[in-house]
């Protein structure tokens, strides 16, 4: 197998329990499919790994691997165009990957880094870990307010409408509640806390965009507060 980048015979050699193929003119690694997380936790185990600084840690911008101003190299192995990627998503450590074996080039360095950015920086994440514990007991405390909201109201209509109604009315509007009771209770289970991002974005660890579950819940309250329309628009009269 030939260098990617400079050509040159790469050299197989054992490192961290595991055959690698080094270049020697420029540093770069070649790992078979697989090899790469390996020889990362041998490093890890053997505590051979810095940890990150915070703003290596939480720097809150991913780059996004077309951005990156490189020429596309050849897989070693089977000489087709290799892929940039961003490893792990949002490490920032660009490396190349055949999409056909699957191998990964590593320049040099890379390797190091990838290590790095696996071990972390274990006091920082704790602290983001807990402060995103925080926020969403904070906003689970602000969630049962709406839920106990939506229980007053319900139990309002629930005194009221027999008086206008009798008991039949009663067991109507108790058949009424289940479906905006069961949205507004249960919708937000459909996914509104997931998203929760240690590393980018230490400045706002819960990214909270609205999601389907936010929609069911507002259609919940929509529902719910539909006696409390009716009841206007028939006091000013809109139904005679
Ligand atoms: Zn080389
Ligand atoms: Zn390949």
């Keep these: 197998m030939n260098c990617p980048v400079c050509n040159k015979k790469l050299k ?22 697989g090899e790469l997380i390996k020889v990362v936790n041998n490093l890890l185990s053997k505590n051979e790994v810095d940890i990150q600084t915070v703003k290596e840690t939480y720097r809150n911008k991913i780059i996004s691997p077309d951005k990156v101003k490189q020429l596309i190299r050849k897989c070693p192995r089977c000489n087709v165009d290799m ?25 040099e360095g890379e390797m190091q ?33 709406w839920k106990i909201t939506a ?40 996914g509104s806390t997931t998203g929760i991002r240690f590393r980018t974005t230490f ?3 819960v990214i909270t965009k609205p999601t389907p579950g936010f929609f069911v819940v507002f259609i919940g309250w929509v529902l719910l507060l539909l006696p ?12 005679n």
């Design 12 to 33: 197989t050699i054992t490192y961290q329990n595991q055959e690698i193929d080094i270049c020697l003119k420029c540093g770069g690694i070649w790992f078979d499919k």
């Design 83 to 107: 892929q940039l990627y961003n490893y792990s998503y949002d490490s920032n450590i660009i490396l190349d990957k055949c999409p056909n074996c699957n191998g990964i080039w590593t320049d």
């Design 113 to 145: 880094a990838v290590a790095k950015y696996i071990r972390g920086n274990p006091t920082m994440d704790s602290y983001a870990k807990s402060l995103a514990g925080e926020l969403t007991k904070y906003q689970k405390g602000r969630s049962n307010k």
């Design 151 to 190: 229980v007053i109201i319900s139990l309002f209509y629930l005194v009221i409408i027999p008086f206008f109604k009798g008991s039949e009315g009663f067991f109507k509007i108790l058949l009424f509640l289940i479906l905006p009771l069961g949205c507004i209770f249960f919708g937000e289970g459909l």
């Design 203 to 205: 400045f706002a660890p």
């Design 228 to 239: 409390v329309w009716f009841g206007i628009l028939s006091v000013i009269g809109v139904f």
